[in-house]
Every structure is written in structure tokens, then in C-alpha cells.
Nanobody, 124 residues
Framework: QVRLAESGGGLVQAGDSLRLSCAVSGSTFRNSAMGWFRQAPGKEREFVAAITWSGGTTYYADSVKGRFTVSRDNAKNIVWLQMNSLKPEDTAVYYC?????????????????WGQGTQVTVSS
């Protein structure tokens, strides 16, 4: 079993930065991917970024490309999402998740484990 716990969310102003952390407990797999998703009130959960556990290949949604950076420390079992130049439209609950067998990393239906989420609010 895998457990994930996000932290680092908060209330910031447009243009500010935040770094989210995801602590991973339990077994990890070489073929796994770690994904970040977000969900705003009344909207569907959407893909933000992902990184492969073994090779460190990164993937980003067009809406965050160039502003967000996903990284990981395999030895410490931590995944980060560095968010710069935040915009009000980034406001959402952010979730980290594990796709045990890497496939279509932007497809939330392929992920097997999810964290509880952390709130990010960006004011104008």
C-alpha cells in the first residue's frame, strides 16, 4: 500500500510562489509516475504535472508550462511542485498521486493512489 500526504498550500497573491510537497510512504516502483492534479470548486480534476520515479522525465499541462516545476528525491521519497508566477486561475485543491505502471500520465483514471489534497488560493 502507498500513502501520500501533500503540504505547502496557502493563500498568496498573484505573482507569488509556493512549493508543494508530497511525502510518499510505502513501496514505490521503478515504472511508477508521480502526478500532480488540481480541482477547483465545481470543476473536474485536471492534470498539472508528472514525473517518472526512475528516470525523472517530466510532463506539464500547457496551462502551467514554464511556471511550474515538478521534481523528486527518491532517497527521501518526496515529490515537490514548485509554482511560480501564480495566477488566480491556479486556485484549486492540489493532489499528488501515484500511477503504479506508467502509461498516460495525464489521465487521472490511471492513477492508483491519491493524497488528501492541499488548498492553494491565489488572490488578484
Amino acid at each position: 500500500q502507498v500513502r501520500l500526504a501533500e503540504s505547502g498550500g496557502g493563500l498568496v497573491q498573484a505573482g507569488d510562489s509556493l512549493r508543494l510537497s508530497c511525502a510518499v510512504s510505502g513501496s514505490t516502483f521503478r515504472n511508477s509516475a508521480m502526478g500532480w492534479f488540481r480541482q477547483a470548486p465545481g470543476k473536474e480534476r485536471e492534470f498539472v504535472a508528472a514525473i517518472t520515479w526512475s528516470g525523472g522525465t517530466t510532463y506539464y499541462a500547457d496551462s502551467v508550462k514554464g511556471r511550474f516545476t515538478v521534481s523528486r528525491d527518491n532517497a527521501k521519497n518526496i515529490v515537490w511542485l514548485q509554482m511560480n508566477s501564480l495566477k488566480p486561475e491556479d486556485t484549486a485543491v492540489y493532489y499528488c498521486a501515484v500511477e503504479v505502471f506508467r502509461g498516460w500520465v495525464s489521465n487521472k483514471d490511471e492513477y492508483d493512489y491519491w493524497g488528501q489534497g492541499t488548498q492553494v488560493t491565489v488572490s488578484s
